[in-house]
């Protein structure tokens, strides 16, 4: 109500100032429109809402202001308002600014009956309304987030009921989560109960401390890693399954495994680098290709094998940005020698410390080829440019419009008798269709032969390629083609299909033309006649190929081929099935008489020395003979059957022939079912070691000898065929690999067994073991042998390592490194059977060895010009020249043994000596010898 000042005319007129003040400063927008929607009046907020001046707005429409969309819904609130509803409170409208933008304002509207006017009062809600609808998208957002991450997720309140859980929670306990909602978490997943997870949840229930840990899901058998964080009424629970993870770890520890392992066999020099670019690790390839000993490796910096490579802060900037840097640069070995390589570099983290891997591929053979394919790519388009190819042009009807000098010199025809004739009067066969005959046929050919017709009427072969011009419409407008003369070319297929059935060395037949030619000696056998095929394998072609190289080695099969034409029949068949396998087919009237007569003389000319390399070299052959019809009735099977005999012939000895008979494929078969009995029989503890005594020659000593030590002999205890020779099984171990560990165990027993020996006779006794080349070959191996050693406590200087001359010529330049490696700990090397193979004593001077071991045929053997005594006597002092000692074996008579002794032979070992024994008889002979015997 108003005061007494107030009602008097100044204090109305005051009151009235007042109420227009409050109006023109009011935030909200105040407008008063007539009853058809004009604006009549509006407030100063105008300005400052809607941008317009005051009098911008007087006489405007609400519709000029409101978004056309809301005219309708503008236009029903008028009408509303004077018929019956005149008040409507909060109406969102959108309004347009004078910029054009619109903004949502909360409008409230009033009619005034005796006025007749409306009166609204508009506030801008637009960032109140963009708020509340960020804060549903938000809402949504993370309730989508929650059904949608990886993890199951649900949330407990402290009474530890459930308030909420995602779709993948649900289902990983077997719920419907709608229902689940408010019950105790225990109701709903009860196997928690008997988890070690409840006890977790607790932990952080009462801590109000996050936890992570994993844990084992007995009703599904999987794992979980499960995060447990706490809020203001309770926790919320995050797990996802990691069995998958696990797994892979578990296959990680594998795979870093093999990955040590393949790191030393790399065909690339291999680099580890830290941060500080100090090499910490180097494969072996690195060092045989720097020259470095890996000790010599260890802490030179990197850039040492650099040879002017400027750009060390760029590369390093970018490695440890994450990018891998491939390089073409040159690297300096130890002796200054500068190779070119493709250096790949990556970058990785190891328990936060900076490493860089760098793997260096040699290119000195890739730079080489690549010079030369510049060199001939650059002569190829000198050739192409000097060599042009023939050059037609013709029009629609086919007529020739422009041809070039090559075509008139390959069709014989001068330029303007060319251009008199049309297409079809120039080629015989022409591979694409008539120009006037639309799109049907090719638009274009590329490299199809056609023949052209010469001037002189001889067909002229050449290579094709045209293409035909079209107009918008897909009419042909001309031809264009070019053409080469393959006429040669053509005359060369017919060599190639030579080539395709001769072996191109040796230009023998080769497998397809072998089977042609066998099948139809078999059609053409005549009733009571045989045919004999004969694999032939030679006996040590391996060894000369890799004694004087693959060159040699080819010289080698050339003369074996020129032989064995020389000694067959024109009928019969010589074929090169690859490698140094041969196969002869021959008529054979008489049978196996017959076959064997032919075998003999191929043994005869193979067994004549081959001078390779200015060296005679005397290789030899295994045959192995199959009878048609009497072995074999299809061609198939006379391979087959051939090639078991051969095999036969081989593990016999060598250089002689065997054949076929029925009983070698049952014995293929008992060697395939011992192999399957092999591989388990070292886990059932199926072998034992039984040692055969050593003795020096020792004139001082009674009877002339001292123990020295034993040499340590397998024995494979089979279940069922009983005490297995080493020689039925060595071999099968050394094909599948299963040598490496047997060779192990073999190592590890006999070091322990005799340590044990040692202590208990209280002397010291060297032991022998035998070593195949598979273990030679692994990089491992001098650091398995030390283990073997430290783990024994066996003294280095106990264990001798017998090699045979096959292993140490495999891979000289490995096999030197190993034997270096092996000889730095302190053990002997001997060399086994020395006299079987290519027995010199030059090449053995590569290696660091302290002992030979003569073959007893080389002891034995007879010459009419030399005594053996004299012979092995020079051979003796040649060793002891060389700083090696002499052991014979196979020692049966006191004759043998008088005669090594005057020879000056250092020590022997055979059955006059004494047999191989168990380890108790062995203790109880080592325990009775006096210590003044000993080595």
Same mark, same amino acid.
């Given at each position: /109500?108003?005061?007494?000042?107030?009602?008097?005319?100044?204090?109305?007129?005051?009151?009235?100032?007042?109420?227009?003040?409050?109006?023109?400063?009011?935030?909200?927008?105040?407008?008063?429109?007539?009853?058809?929607?004009?604006?009549?009046?509006?407030?100063?907020?105008? @300005?400052?809402?809607?941008?317009?001046?005051?009098?911008?707005?007087?006489?405007?429409?609400? +519709?000029?202001?409101?978004?056309?969309?809301?005219?309708?819904?503008?236009?029903?609130?008028?009408?509303?308002?004077?018929?019956?509803?005149?008040?409507?409170?909060?109406?969102?409208?959108?309004?347009?600014?004078?910029?054009?933008?619109?903004?949502?304002?909360?409008?409230?509207?009033?009619?005034?009956?005796?006025?007749?006017?409306?009166?609204?009062?508009?506030?801008?809600?637009?960032?109140?309304?963009?708020?509340?609808?960020?804060?549903?998208?938000?809402?949504?957002?993370?309730?989508?987030?929650?059904?949608?991450?990886?993890?199951?997720?649900?949330?407990?309140?402290?009474?530890?009921?459930?308030?909420?859980?995602?779709?993948?929670?649900?289902?990983?306990?077997?719920?419907?989560?709608?229902?689940?909602?408010?019950?105790?978490?225990?109701?709903?997943?009860?196997?928690?109960?008997?988890?070690?997870?409840?006890?977790?949840?607790?932990?952080?229930?009462?801590?109000?401390? %996050?936890?992570?840990?994993?844990?084992?899901?007995?009703?599904?058998?999987?794992?979980?890693?499960?995060?447990?964080?706490?809020?203001?009424?309770?926790?919320?629970? #995050?797990?996802?399954?990691?069995?998958?993870?696990?797994?892979?770890?578990?296959?990680?520890?594998?795979?870093?495994?093999? &990955?040590?392992?393949?790191?030393?066999?790399?065909?690339?020099?291999?680099?580890?680098?830290?941060?500080?670019?100090?090499?910490?690790?180097?494969?072996?390839?690195?060092?045989? @290709? &720097?020259?470095?000993?890996?000790?010599?490796?260890?802490?030179?910096?990197?850039?040492?094998?650099?040879?002017?490579?400027?750009?060390?802060?760029?590369?390093?900037?970018?490695?440890?940005?994450?990018?891998?840097?491939?390089?073409?640069?040159? !690297?300096?070995?130890?002796?200054?020698?500068?190779?070119?390589? =493709?250096?790949?570099?990556?970058?990785?983290?190891?328990?936060?410390?900076?490493?860089?891997?760098?793997?260096?591929?040699?290119?000195?053979?890739?730079?080489?080829?690549?010079?030369?394919?510049?060199?001939?790519?650059? @002569?190829?388009?000198?050739?192409?440019? /000097?060599?042009?190819?023939?050059?037609?042009?013709?029009?629609?009807?086919?007529?020739?419009?422009?041809? +070039?000098?090559?075509?008139?010199?390959?069709?014989?025809? %001068?330029?303007?008798?060319?251009?008199?004739?049309?297409?079809?009067?120039?080629?015989?066969?022409?591979?694409?269709?008539?120009?006037?005959?639309?799109?049907?046929?090719?638009?274009?050919?590329?490299?199809?032969?056609?023949?052209?017709?010469?001037?002189?009427?001889?067909?002229?072969?050449?290579?094709?390629?045209?293409?035909?011009?079209?107009?918008?419409?897909?009419?042909?407008?001309?031809?264009?083609?070019?053409?080469?003369?393959?006429?040669?070319?053509?005359?060369?297929?017919?060599?190639?299909?030579?080539?395709?059935?001769?072996?191109?060395?040796?230009?023998?037949?080769?497998?397809?033309?072998?089977?042609?030619?066998?099948?139809?000696?078999?059609?053409?056998?005549? #009733?009571?006649?045989?045919?004999?095929?004969?694999?032939?394998?030679?006996?040590?072609?391996?060894?000369?190929?890799?004694?004087?190289?693959?060159?040699?080695?080819?010289?080698?099969?050339?003369?074996?081929?020129?032989?064995?034409?020389?000694?067959?029949?024109?009928?019969?068949?010589?074929?090169?099935?690859?490698?140094?396998?041969?196969?002869?087919?021959?008529?054979?009237?008489?049978?196996?008489?017959?076959?064997?007569?032919?075998?003999? !003389?191929?043994?005869?000319?193979?067994?004549? %020395?081959?001078?390779?390399?200015?060296?005679?070299?005397?290789?030899?052959?295994?045959?192995?003979?199959?009878?048609?019809?009497?072995?074999?009735?299809?061609?198939?099977?006379?391979?087959?059957?051939?090639?078991?005999?051969?095999?036969?012939?081989?593990?016999?000895?060598?250089?002689? #022939?065997?054949?076929?008979?029925?009983?070698?494929?049952?014995?293929?078969?008992?060697?395939?079912?011992?192999?399957?009995?092999?591989?388990?029989?070292?886990?059932? =503890?199926?072998?034992?070691?039984?040692?055969?005594?050593?003795?020096?020659?020792?004139?001082?000593?009674?009877?002339?000898?001292?123990?020295?030590?034993?040499?340590?002999?397998?024995?494979?205890?089979?279940?069922?065929?009983?005490?297995?020779?080493?020689?039925?099984?060595?071999?099968?171990?050394?094909?599948?690999?299963?040598?490496?560990?047997?060779?192990?165990?073999? /190592?590890?027993?006999?070091?322990?067994?005799?340590?044990?020996?040692?202590?208990?006779?209280?002397?010291?006794?060297?032991?022998?073991? +035998?070593?195949?080349?598979?273990?030679?070959?692994?990089?491992?191996?001098?650091?398995?042998?030390?283990?073997?050693?430290?783990?024994?406590?066996?003294?280095?200087?106990?264990?001798?390592?017998?090699?045979?001359?096959?292993?140490?010529?495999?891979?000289?330049?490995?096999?030197?490194?190993?034997?270096?490696?092996? !000889?730095?700990?302190?053990?002997?090397?001997?060399?086994?059977?020395?006299?079987?193979?290519?027995?010199?004593?030059?090449?053995?001077?590569?290696?660091?060895?302290?002992?030979? !071991?003569?073959?007893?045929?080389?002891?034995?053997?007879?010459?009419?010009?030399?005594?053996?005594?004299?012979?092995?006597?020079?051979?003796?002092?040649?060793?002891?020249?060389?700083?090696?000692?002499?052991?014979?074996?196979?020692?049966?008579?006191?004759?043998?043994?008088? &005669?090594?002794?005057?020879?000056?032979?250092?020590?022997?070992?055979?059955?006059?000596?004494?047999?191989?024994?168990?380890?108790?008889?062995?203790?109880?002979?080592?325990?009775?010898? =006096?210590?003044?015997?000993? %080595?």
């Amino acid at each position: /109500m108003l005061d007494i000042p107030t009602a008097s005319p100044g204090g109305l007129a005051l009151l009235a100032e007042e109420n227009a003040a409050l109006i023109e400063n009011a935030l909200d927008l105040m407008v008063v429109l007539d009853a058809e929607g004009f604006i009549l009046r509006a407030n100063a907020a105008s @300005r400052t809402l809607l941008g317009y001046q005051h009098d911008e707005l007087i006489g405007k429409h609400y +519709n000029d202001v409101v978004h056309p969309e809301q005219h309708d819904e503008a236009s029903g609130i008028r009408d509303s308002l004077q018929n019956g509803h005149p008040q409507h409170p909060d109406i969102p409208i959108r309004v347009r600014r004078k910029d054009g933008q619109f903004i949502l304002m909360s409008v409230s509207a009033h009619w005034s009956g005796s006025h007749r006017r409306i009166f609204l009062t508009a506030r801008d809600v637009t960032a109140h309304h963009q708020a509340r609808e960020a804060l549903l998208r938000s809402e949504a957002a993370l309730n989508s987030m929650l059904d949608s991450i990886g993890d199951a997720f649900f949330a407990i309140d402290s009474g530890w009921r459930l308030t909420y859980a995602n779709q993948k929670a649900g289902d990983f306990v077997g719920v419907r989560v709608a229902d689940a909602i408010g019950h105790p978490l225990l109701d709903i997943a009860p196997d928690l109960q008997h988890s070690p997870s409840l006890q977790r949840y607790r932990n952080a229930m009462e801590t109000r401390q %996050p936890a992570t840990f994993e844990t084992f899901w007995e009703p599904r058998q999987v794992w979980l890693e499960a995060r447990v964080y706490p809020h203001a009424d309770g926790i919320s629970v #995050y797990f996802h399954e990691i069995t998958a993870r696990r797994e892979a770890e578990q296959a990680l520890r594998k795979s870093e495994k093999r &990955f040590r392992k393949l790191f030393n066999q790399a065909g690339d020099s291999i680099m580890i680098v830290d941060g500080a670019l100090h090499i910490v690790a180097v494969n072996d390839q690195a060092c045989a @290709r &720097f020259g470095y000993s890996r000790e010599e490796f260890i802490g030179m910096v990197a850039t040492g094998v650099n040879n002017g490579f400027k750009e060390g802060p760029a590369l390093l900037e970018a490695l440890r940005a994450g990018h891998a840097q491939l390089l073409r640069t040159d !690297k300096r070995c130890k002796d200054g020698t500068v190779f070119p390589a =493709e250096v790949q570099i990556s970058r990785f983290d190891d328990e936060g410390e900076e490493f860089f891997l760098a793997v260096i591929r040699d290119l000195s053979d890739r730079a080489e080829a690549e010079r030369q394919l510049r060199e001939s790519e650059q @002569r190829f388009r000198e050739v192409i440019e /000097m060599t042009p190819a023939g050059y037609l042009l013709a029009g629609c009807d086919g007529a020739l419009l422009d041809v +070039n000098p090559a075509l008139c010199t390959l069709s014989g025809y %001068p330029r303007e008798m060319l251009l008199a004739l049309r297409l079809p009067e120039l080629f015989i066969c022409f591979p694409l269709a008539s120009l006037d005959t639309g799109e049907d046929g090719p638009a274009t050919v590329q490299g199809v032969e056609a023949v052209l017709r010469h001037r002189h009427g001889q067909p002229i072969h050449v290579l094709f390629n045209g293409s035909i011009k079209r107009d918008a419409a897909g009419r042909a407008i001309s031809l264009t083609g070019l053409m080469t003369d393959i006429t040669g070319r053509k005359a060369a297929e017919s060599r190639l299909q030579e080539l395709a059935t001769h072996d191109t060395l040796t230009g023998l037949p080769n497998r397809a033309l072998l089977g042609e030619r066998v099948q139809q000696m078999l059609d053409d056998c005549p #009733y009571g006649s045989s045919v004999a095929v004969m694999f032939l394998d030679l006996d040590r072609f391996k060894e000369v190929n890799d004694s004087f190289g693959h060159e040699m080695g080819d010289v080698l099969l050339c003369e074996v081929a020129a032989r064995l034409r020389r000694v067959v029949r024109p009928t019969d068949i010589i074929a090169r099935l690859g490698g140094d396998e041969f196969v002869v087919a021959a008529h054979c009237a008489s049978g196996q008489p017959a076959a064997a007569v032919i075998a003999d !003389k191929l043994l005869d000319v193979l067994t004549a %020395p081959v001078k390779v390399g200015g060296i005679d070299v005397i290789v030899g052959a295994s045959i192995g003979i199959s009878m048609y019809p009497g072995d074999a009735q299809t061609r198939e099977a006379l391979f087959q059957t051939a090639d078991t005999a051969m095999y036969r012939a081989k593990n016999a000895g060598r250089n002689r #022939y065997r054949l076929f008979e029925p009983e070698m494929t049952l014995a293929t078969q008992a060697r395939m079912a011992l192999e399957v009995s092999l591989r388990p029989a070292l886990a059932r =503890e199926e072998f034992e070691l039984h040692y055969q005594p050593r003795y020096s020659l020792c004139p001082a000593a009674p009877g002339g000898t001292a123990l020295y030590g034993m040499e340590a002999l397998i024995r494979w205890n089979h279940p069922e065929r009983g005490q297995v020779p080493p020689q039925q099984f060595i071999g099968i171990a050394e094909e599948t690999g299963l040598i490496n560990a047997i060779g192990r165990w073999v /190592m590890e027993e006999a070091c322990t067994r005799t340590r044990e020996l040692m202590d208990a006779c209280g002397r010291k006794v060297v032991v022998s073991v +035998n070593v195949s080349a598979r273990q030679l070959a692994q990089a491992g191996f001098a650091a398995e042998v030390c283990a073997t050693l430290s783990r024994s406590g066996l003294p280095p200087d106990c264990l001798e390592l017998e090699l045979t001359e096959s292993a140490l010529i495999e891979d000289i330049d490995h096999t030197a490194t190993m034997l270096r490696e092996l !000889k730095s700990l302190g053990i002997q090397v001997a060399v086994d059977d020395f006299g079987t193979g290519y027995s010199s004593l030059a090449y053995l001077r590569r290696f660091p060895i302290d002992v030979l !071991k003569l073959d007893r045929s080389f002891v034995m053997q007879q010459d009419e010009n030399v005594t053996t005594v004299d012979f092995v006597k020079a051979f003796v002092d040649m060793a002891h020249a060389l700083g090696m000692a002499v052991v014979a074996e196979g020692v049966e008579t006191a004759e043998v043994l008088a &005669f090594l002794r005057s020879a000056r032979c250092d020590q022997a070992q055979g059955y006059y000596l004494a047999r191989p024994m168990p380890l108790a008889r062995l203790r109880a002979l080592v325990c009775s010898t =006096e210590d003044a015997a000993a %080595p």
